[in-house]
């Protein structure tokens, strides 16, 4: 197989949680260019519609469908539907995430069950899903999305969200668990940890944007392509053996702290 074909998507189809905005669009939009089918799934059904349009006035082929993903029932809906629409699901990225920022000592327990249930339950069940259609395939790709925060303990004049931290590190154990349980099937689980990009959640970062761009040895947040590459290749035939890996995307963060 050449390089090309390593990573064409074409015929292939991919679920992307998350996908209406920020970095689940991004990856949506690299999969598409790819050849991929794509379905993009959230709570905001208009923010999945207005991407999902987009892609398919650019010639790709996209649905957008509703979708909580602490809602076994509407994890469900989204796979009948796709299996429906497309006949596969080959890919899955798990984007959808949510976050809480408060101080350890006043974490509200409604708000910790809240980043647990959409960051690592919601996961879970959706690669449950995705991955019983993938077994019967004998093939399939489950991309998780951790974070850099997720990787060590993080200062709180930094970053005071202990529940989003601890959901991502999990993420990376429940990567792991999956790749080893689901290899003999012929799926490929891995994970990708970004690093600081403009989206909504780190929004509520402003202030400190002076203080972690000092600490990133390329001095620039991440951009609207910057994860494009890396989802393709987890995607693609490129990553067949590669699985329960963590991919990090985070100009050189991590190995300057």
């Not at 539907?81 to 497309?86: D, R, S």
């Not at 490929?188 to 909504?200: D, E, L, M, R, S």
Request: glycine fraction near 8%; hydrophobic fraction near 40%.
């Amino acid at each position: 197989m050449g390089v090309k074909e390593l990573f064409d998507l074409s015929n292939k189809t991919a679920i992307v949680t998350g996908g209406g905005s920020g970095l689940g669009q991004q990856m949506a939009e690299a999969l598409a260019e790819a050849g991929a089918n794509i379905v993009i799934c959230s709570r905001n059904l208009e923010v999945c519609k207005a991407t999902s349009n987009a892609l398919n006035q650019q010639g790709y082929h996209s649905i957008a469908l509703q979708c909580d993903v602490t809602k076994q029932k509407d994890i469900d809906h989204v796979i009948e539907q796709t299996v429906n629409q497309f006949g596969s699901i080959d890919i899955l990225i798990n984007n959808s995430g949510t976050s809480w920022i408060a101080p350890v000592l006043d974490l509200p327990a409604e708000k910790w069950d809240k980043v647990m249930d959409v960051n690592l339950k919601g996961m879970f069940f959706f690669s449950q899903a995705a991955a019983k259609v993938m077994k019967d395939q004998q093939s399939g790709k489950i991309i998780n999305i951790s974070s850099v925060t997720g990787l060590y303990g993080t200062n709180p004049a930094f970053l005071d969200s202990i529940a989003y931290n601890t959901s991502k590190g999990a993420v990376i154990t429940l990567t792991k668990e999956l790749a080893v349980k689901l290899a003999n099937s012929n799926i490929q689980v891995n994970a990708i940890a970004p690093g600081f990009f403009p989206t909504k959640i780190t929004q509520a970062l402003d202030k400190i944007n002076k203080i972690i761009l000092s600490k990133i040895p390329a001095q620039r947040f991440g951009n609207d392509t910057d994860l494009k590459g890396t989802a393709l290749f987890l995607a693609s035939h490129a990553s067949d053996y590669l699985t329960g890996q963590c991919l990090i995307v985070d100009g050189g963060l991590t190995v300057n702290l």
